[in-house]
């Protein structure tokens, strides 16, 4: 082998380790991604009491409603 085969070769596996590194680092990215949910119970709850509170005010103004 002479010296300029030996450089010859040295250099394609080197560009071989570097292309083979490169490709490594183009693993896929997984990203999770969670959509904000909406949650109603307050405001059901808060509803429910506030016509409760009417429904016991106004059972207060008429008491023969019923």
């Known amino acids: 082998m002479t010296r300029p085969q030996t450089w010859t070769r040295t250099r394609l596996a080197l560009l071989g380790l570097i ?3 490169g490709t490594g680092a183009c693993t896929p990215t997984v990203r999770l991604q969670v959509d904000p949910i ?3 119970a307050k405001l059901d709850a808060d509803v429910r009491v506030r016509l409760d509170k ?3 005010d106004l059972l207060v103004e008429n008491p ?3």
Request: glycine share 0%; proline share 0%; charged share 10%.
């Open 64 to 66: 023969n409603l019923f």
């Open 38 to 40: 909406t949650i109603y």
């Open 54 to 56: 009417e429904l016991q």
């Open 19 to 21: 292309a083979a590194m």
